[in-house]
């Protein structure tokens, strides 16, 4: 069984705020690490497909980095909005498994 | 729109009754997922189909979960016998192919067995 954790739990942030989030996940046969927006009665939303160690990705005001040898992933978002309101999943894949491992996720609360 | 849809979206069966969700996913997808997301929990695999071959129903929990495709594009699971402990949210995903692809999300099913 792969351990994959995210933290925080939850997060509620005011409006203007930058926040950031974290997925950590075995740092051994690393093979690509997700990242998903959920907002509530929605589809979970691909942001960010992230393969190599050191990776950067941006999209808008969200960004996630990847450190694939100690076993990490970041999510930032610059500026929060009431729209960034969501569940944010990651999700590990390992080397020779097409099956992902999701996280708890963490829940996202922009207050106006 | 063209994403992958699901039906229906609440369920709500008596213990004991059979359940049938359906999941359409975007049209050329190969790969086929579902998944089970408990309350508090992150999604969880149940089983991958690769056009109409079921490569891998190790998540599935018990044998009252069967999942098919006969034809390579629409699935469906099938939950017989429902007890309260199968109250989740189910999630079917496509992409193509799998392995570093991006997965397209239907909204789920929340199930609710009471």
């Known amino acids: ?112 | 729109g063209a994403g992958v849809s699901q039906s229906p979206r609440y369920k709500v069966a008596k213990r004991g009754q059979d359940v049938a969700l359906r999941c359409d996913p975007i049209s050329g997808h190969v790969s086929l997922f579902w998944y089970q997301q408990a309350l508090g929990q992150g999604p969880e695999f149940l089983t991958y189909f690769q056009n109409e071959a079921q490569l891998d129903k190790s998540g599935l929990p018990s044998d009252r979960f069967f999942a098919e495709r006969p034809e390579g594009s629409v699935s469906t699971l099938k939950i017989q016998r429902t007890q309260q402990e199968d109250s989740a949210v189910y999630l079917c995903a496509s992409s193509s192919p799998a392995g570093q692809e991006t997965q397209y999300f239907g909204p789920g099913t929340r199930l609710l067995v009471l």
């Open chain 1, 1 to 112: 069984i792969l351990n994959v954790e995210q933290s925080p739990q939850s997060l509620h942030v005011q409006e203007g705020d930058s926040t950031n989030f974290t997925c950590s996940f075995p740092s051994s046969n690393f093979y690509a690490l997700h990242w998903y927006r959920w907002e509530t009665a929605k589809s979970p939303e691909a942001l960010f497909v992230m393969t190599l160690n050191g990776d950067e990705k941006k999209k808008g005001r969200i960004s996630a980095t990847l450190n694939t040898k100690e076993g990490y992933s970041y999510l930032y978002i610059k500026g929060s909005q009431p729209e960034d309101s969501a569940t944010y999943l990651c999700a590990f894949e390992s080397g020779g498994s097409y099956i992902p491992t999701f996280g708890r996720g963490t829940s996202l609360i922009v207050h106006p």
